[in-house]
């Protein structure tokens, strides 16, 4: 259910009357609000079996983790009578209406594959929701982490052959250059420019309270890795990876313990690519802006580098402060010292380039 979530803007929650919020539900839910995924519809099946009023007063109650009532419609319905169905598609357009759809952005290709397999006479063929961008025939593509490149032969959306895919939408991606067990679950297809790359580090902000040093499956699009817990202070922390995920700068991850497993909650990725570090605070101030969605403050300006030198060493002879030249070497900066030890010099003369 967490890969499968990855990617989508608005949800459509069932719970059946007559069993009412069981234990999975409660998760899925955790994990959409892990995700970010906030505007949805939650449906009560099954309503000429039970009386839905019981799941709608538990929906209702603060801290039921399930639907804000006051932003999400709660609709009864029953496939056998007919019941609520209109009110059920009505209540879907109106939240699809206020949701941005992802094909307005501009942004390159990025998709996580779910699936990959071999059609007798296409080849090797990639099924995943398209995150940004579009995919069309002839698109140039590279298949992360293992850097691949490879060609679009064609692309299919709902099993319709399709001359370019937008995003938001379950894609079907025929690849040139890449054999089936080149690529799997977890890989990401993505544009040249879309500036992506593998990292074994995360700086994030996490939703909720871990220790440090913890041990936790994180998932990220369709790939998930353990990875330890370093505090960095606040709501901030690196998640060190034991595989490596394609992430960039905003993406969602869901967090959850390693045994017994459950969804602990979510965080923002806000460094795909940090160093290796502890708290600190200069860390603290950059993390805390990328968090509002400012950008990093300028650079300082590199220090001028130093001006070269021309050493002439001088190779000692015979007895002790008799010297000739044997030889000069260019170095920029400082000679090795391995080399001042190797001539034996009593003296050096240094002068500038």
Known sequence: ?????????FFLMTIAADDGVMPQTREHAAVLEALGVTEGVVAITKSDLADPEGVKSFLATPGSGVANQDLTPVVA????????????????????????????????????????????GAGTVVTGTLWTGSLARGDELLVLPEGREVRVRGVQVHDEP???????????????????DEVGRGDV???????????????VELSFRPEHGDRVQVHHGTRETPARLAELGGRFWQ???????????????VVRSVAPPDTLGGG???DP???????????????ERRSRGEPDPSPEPAPTPPTPWSFAFHAREGRRGSCRIRGSTRWSGAPPRSSRRSTGCSRSTRTRA
Do not use: Y
């Open 1 to 9: 259910m967490v890969a499968g979530a990855t990617g989508i803007d």
């Open 77 to 120: 319905v029953s496939v056998k009578t007919g019941e609520g169905l209109d009110e059920l598609r009505a209540a879907l357009d109106r939240v699809a209406a206020r949701v941005r759809s992802r094909a307005d952005r501009d942004a390159p290709a990025r998709l996580h594959i779910d699936r990959a397999f071999t059609i007798k």
């Open 162 to 180: 399709a001359d370019r895919a937008p995003a938001g939408q379950r894609v079907a991606v025929n690849l040139v250059g890449l054999g089936r």
């Open 189 to 203: 297809l993505a544009g040249h420019g879309a500036g992506l790359e593998p990292t074994f580090r995360l700086d």
């Open 239 to 253: 998640l060190r990876l034991e595989q490596p995920l394609v992430a960039a700068q905003g993406d969602r991850i």
């Open 268 to 270: 923002t990725v806000l």
């Open 273 to 287: 690519h940090p160093k290796r570090h502890g708290p600190s605070r200069d860390l603290l101030v950059r993390l």
